[in-house]
């Protein structure tokens, strides 16, 4: 049989006009960005009375968040009505450009985002707090029965991601980690070579940790604090151990990531080319399940199927950030965040052009979201395959951190005879927190 | 017991591994040392909260009496209970306990979630007391470790909070209740789980949040008889527990599930079928396949359901079902027609392969059309027949053969397109053949060999057919073409190494670069200032190594002879600032046509980097 015949169809994204009229091949050949439910079914057809659209409030949105919501205000189906942020600063700019875009001045603002989740209007929340609040307040918006759109790295350990799992599951609620690379073209089309056996028996998945370390945010010396209305140090802190007011510590995106123990570019990093490695890999529902410890700068693994995940930061082609590489019996692809592809034969290839997509934007992570939010459907990065990411990052910390082999049992997730490995799994919430 | 050389060796590790902004001490400090830091009167929190956090990884029961006093200062509780949520011993849980008796507020709640955390059996009855305080922030700390530590005990207790006549603590109740029963049911306590499930949701003093987890746990909990509930909750007036009840349809577990949902999909109402088919679809079950061609040959179907039923068919088979669907794509109005040819494109399955290839034979007009596209974007062994139809068909036919050809030929058919491309410019086939032979080569896994095949008609062709296929050189990329373009612009006619300079002039690989290079070199060439602009694209824009970098500016700057060239070396430097590209920049002062610039250049390369003494003399060394 000719190896053409194990080539699979690609999206067909030509109109029917086109399709009967003659040149659509090119189009139809093209790997491009996924379309998901037409247009029409989701009434997306014209313009969206805003009585049909869905309601998005924002909590924690500074930088990311800013993209993010530009994300969604492109969107023409949603109407972003209620900012929570503890800093005054950014809930007047973001009210300002909510009411900008959607010529009004009806963006509510809010310090504490639990008066925004007991608002009936909200159907859907975007988190782009730090880390140390995504898994908790996402927690928070699923008992108020909200869909969630949640930057990452969603949570700070292992039993967090498997707790906000079963919370988005047991809550029937829509979840999106914010993993934009699993709905750009080239990604998904290496992950798809990968996972249906076009390079062969997948062998190894390679990701780039980006410099692996440990973080602890810590006690610094104390400073009078601000104004609540300016900044709500009480509410920044929030489930981080209590320490007083420092300046320095406001950096949401670095503060006690991971726990603070265990954080660094592997959990940065990881939560999306660990992702991308696990998609690639067929192993949504599981995690790697052994850990060598760090050797030469690199961290190795191993899934439950056989497949070798290798942590590494040097040896990469100059495909852009977060580059992922996957190497199966019979060939090999590697991508990065340039959009372009570097792949073992051009024959893997057979025809498609991969859409072009450098800079990594997340608006069709965005689009698949609401989607599913309109049709109940489970995101490309939905809980679960976030779960198992990022306790797969999380558990290469702890190799990182103990500097030591470390295994997970694949039933419970605990480390098998380590117990010092497993009092990493969790960390105590500062009060009233919990998940 | 504890390891004291273990642990020096940890906190060893620790030391290097941590990036304190404060906290961790640079020191080795043993249990002993950590506990003293928590017993020291003027021992500063700071430490005492590190201390806390490091005893969490690596202390043993014997800090457990030092800590458990810092669970009564609440600014060191949270750090307290990371410990004693860390250590695994019953004296952990005990200090928890006992602490609870001496608090309350803040502090109180997050002793009461550590002892859920925890879900020690024996704390139940402590944990229970909460239920009956008049802080709404205890009961509910109290409501949810009861969920979490579970148990007969712990589900009597919050059962007594659901029934009472206080709406809030019957709320924080049930939340605790739903997590007992999510245990029951995946324990396989499925009676239990209902039970509790259906108490909830029957209650109109829960908030709607949980009646929605209570609906999804009811209807799950019953298994394929949930089915009937699921398909009664589809009626709710509330959008969110009609929305659960479509996620169900996708979770419900149990022999014969999927037929019992398809039997009930007529009792769904109409507006609510297209969201139900895509939830069945999402179970990837094949025994939807009929339903879904049953649905689309029955002329009551609403074009919403068909496109439904179309979008989920390559999720659950439909490799059958190629004549059905082909009707549905030539007889159906625009929606549904798109639908059914993106199904056909999408479904994997080698028995639809076949069927392709079979019955193209036998079509004609529209239905051969599309399945004569079919053959190139499954990319069928079709390539005969493809051959036979652009000798024997007629008009679009011909040219959508043409174009699929491009995706299923082997080696052994480049020289046919390679024939076809080259041909008569006034047949529209021509056109067609020479993008799908740009769309071959490029596949090709052999790229010697196709390169060897062109390299063969170029040298057998004229001039205007070697134009021709320098171009689908561009379209095919990677070395061996770009080593016979390189080739072919230092050897070629003039108007050949026009061509090939422009190709090589827009490589997207910094392979070009030696290339380009090569023929710059070249006194007298007469595209020697393309290469020569060409190579400095790639230095410019492309992503490469700082070395490779610095060498290829090296290289511009030996074969740039004009003061236009020079200034894009000089913008080259500019963009990627270094102690070598100043360098570069300074020497470049020197040259009288860019004197000004690279002065201008090598200042701004300067500000830009740290300060030192070995820039200020670079600076200094310009005039």
């Not at chain 2, 596949?443 to 040298?459: E, T």
Request: aromatic fraction near 6%.
């Amino acid at each position: 049989m000719s190896e053409l015949r194990k080539q699979k169809p690609v999206t067909w994204t030509s109109s029917r006009r086109r399709f009967l009229s003659s040149a659509s091949l090119a189009a139809a050949s093209t790997v491009a960005v996924p379309s998901f439910v037409s247009a029409e079914t989701l009434g997306l057809g014209k313009s969206v009375p805003p009585s049909d659209r869905i309601t998005v409030g924002g909590i924690g949105i500074g930088r990311r968040g800013t993209y993010d919501l530009g994300c969604f205000l492109e969107q023409p189906d949603v109407q972003f009505i209620a900012i929570c942020d503890i800093k005054e600063k950014q809930r007047n700019a973001i009210k300002e450009r909510a009411d900008q875009h959607h010529g009004n001045s009806d963006c509510d603002t809010h310090r504490d985002f639990r008066e925004l989740l007991a608002r009936d209007d909200i159907d859907s929340v975007l988190i782009a707090t730090g880390p140390n609040w995504h898994a908790t307040a996402a927690t928070y918006a699923a008992r108020a029965g909200k869909d969630i759109y949640c930057e990452k790295p969603c949570t700070k350990n292992i039993v967090q991601s498997l707790q906000l799992a079963e919370t988005m599951n047991r809550s029937g609620v829509v979840f999106q980690a914010g993993t934009q690379r699993r709905n750009l073209p080239h990604f998904e089309f290496a992950c798809m070579l990968a996972r249906e056996g076009r390079l062969g028996k997948l062998q190894t998945v390679h990701a780039q940790p980006r410099g692996m370390k440990a973080d602890m945010s810590g006690w610094m010396p104390p400073e009078d604090a601000p104004p609540i209305e300016k900044v709500d140090w009480n509410m920044y802190l929030g489930p981080a151990a209590y320490r007083p007011y420092n300046e320095k510590l406001l950096d949401g995106f670095n503060f006690e990531k991971g726990g603070g123990l265990t954080g660094g570019g592997v959990l940065e990093w990881g939560s999306h080319c660990v992702d991308l490695c696990q998609w690639a890999a067929d192993a949504d529902s599981v995690p790697a399940i052994s850990y060598k410890a760090p050797e030469n700068n690199r961290i190795e693994a191993e899934y439950p199927n056989g497949v070798k995940l290798v942590l590494r930061d040097d040896g990469w082609l100059p495909l852009g950030s977060c580059p992922v590489r996957f190497e199966g019996t019979e060939g090999w692809v590697e991508t990065g965040d340039s959009g372009k592809l570097a792949l073992s034969s051009p024959e893997l290839l057979a025809g498609r052009k991969v859409e072009e997509i450098g800079g990594y934007p997340a608006t069709f992570h965005v689009r698949d979201f609401l989607d599913c939010v309109k049709t109940r459907s489970v995101p490309r990065a939905g809980a679960e395959a976030a779960c198992y990411a990022h306790i797969t990052c999380h558990a290469a910390n702890v190799a990182l951190y103990l500097n030591r082999d470390v295994s997970l049992d694949p039933d419970t997730y605990e480390f098998i005879n380590d117990d010092e490995a497993n009092r990493l799994r969790n960390e105590a919430f500062r009060e009233p927190w919990q998940i | 017991m504890f390891n004291a050389c273990r642990f020096f060796l940890l906190t060893s590790i620790l030391a290097l591994l941590v990036n304190t902004h404060s906290g961790f001490a640079a020191e080795v400090e043993s249990e002993a040392d950590l506990i003293a830091i928590l017993e020291a009167d003027d021992s500063p929190k700071s430490e005492k909260a590190i201390a806390c956090k490091k005893l969490a990884v690596h202390g043993s029961s014997e800090c457990i009496g030092a800590v458990a006093p810092l669970l009564l200062d609440p600014e060191l509780t949270s750090w307290a209970r990371i410990t004693l949520e860390a250590i695994q011993d019953d004296a952990a849980v005990e200090a928890l306990a006992a602490a609870s008796s001496k608090l309350d507020g803040l502090p109180l709640v997050g002793v009461l979630n550590s002892l859920g955390v925890r879900r020690s059996s024996g704390t139940v009855t402590t944990v229970a007391d909460y239920l009956s305080s008049d802080d709404t922030q205890v009961v509910e700390a109290a409501s949810l470790a009861l969920g979490k530590i579970g148990g007969d005990t712990a589900r009597d207790a919050l059962l007594g909070n659901l029934e009472a006549n206080d709406k809030a603590k019957a709320s924080l109740a049930a939340e605790g209740l739903i997590r007992i029963a999510e245990v029951a049911m995946a324990e396989g306590s499925t009676g239990p789980a209902t039970d509790l499930y259906d108490k909830i949701r029957s209650l109109d003093t829960v908030p709607r949040p949980l009646i929605v987890e209570a609906t999804r746990g009811a209807i799950l909990a019953r298994g394929i008889d949930g089915v009937e509930l699921m398909v009664e909750t589809l009626s709710a007036d509330d959008r969110r527990i009609r929305e659960v009840a479509f996620m169900t349809a996708r979770q419900l577990e149990g022999d014969g599930v999927i037929d019992r949902l398809i039997a009930s999909r007529g009792q769904v109402p109409q507006r609510l079928q297209p969201m139900f088919i895509r939830a069945l679809g999402g179970r990837g079950e094949a025994a939807l396949v009929s339903e879904i061609m049953s649905i689309l040959g029955d002329a009551s179907s609403s074009e919403a359901l068909k496109v439904a039923a179309l979008d989920v068919l390559p999720e659950v088979g439909g490799g059958d079902q190629l004549v059905g669907l082909l009707s549905v794509a030539v007889a159906s109005d625009s929606i549904v027609s798109e639908a059914a040819l993106k199904a056909l494109s999408k479904i994997q399955d080698e028995a639809l392969d076949n069927q392709i290839l079979d019955v193209v034979k036998k079509s004609e007009g529209v239905k051969q059309q599309i399945l004569v596209q079919l053959i190139g974007t499954r990319f069928l062994d079709g390539a005969d027949f493809l051959k036979e139809t652009i000798r024997d068909g007629d008009g679009v036919v011909r040219e959508l053969a043409m174009e699929a050809m491009g995706n299923v030929v082997e080696i052994d058919d480049i020289p046919f397109l390679i024939e076809r491309a080259t041909g008569d410019n006034s047949d529209p086939l021509t056109s067609v053949a020479l993008k799908s032979l740009g769309t071959a080569c490029a596949r090709m896994p052999d790229q010697k060999a196709c390169v060897g095949q062109l390299r063969s008609a170029i040298d057998k062709s004229d001039l205007e057919t070697q134009v021709v296929l320098v171009e689908t050189l561009a379209a095919m990329g990677g070395a061996e073409a770009l080593g016979l373009l390189g080739d072919l612009a230092k050897g070629g006619s003039t108007p050949i190494q026009d061509a090939s300079t422009r190709v090589l002039g827009g490589w997207m690989s910094t392979d070009a670069g030696p290339v380009l290079a090569e023929i710059g070199r070249i006194d007298g060439h007469p595209y020697r200032i393309r290469a020569v602009r060409g190579y400095l694209r790639l230095v410019r824009q492309f992503v490469m190594k700082q070395q490779q970098r610095h060498q290829m500016i090296d290289t511009a700057v030996e074969l740039a002879d004009r003061a236009a060239e020079l200034e894009l070396v000089l913008d080259a430097t500019k963009r990627y600032p270094t102690h070598h590209n100043l360098k570069v920049a300074v020497e470049l002062s020197k040259v009288d046509s860019v004197s000004d610039l690279a002065k201008e250049t090598a200042n701004e390369i300067a500000a830009k980097l740290k300060p030192s003494p070995a820039v200020t003399k670079l600076l200094e060394s310009m005039e």
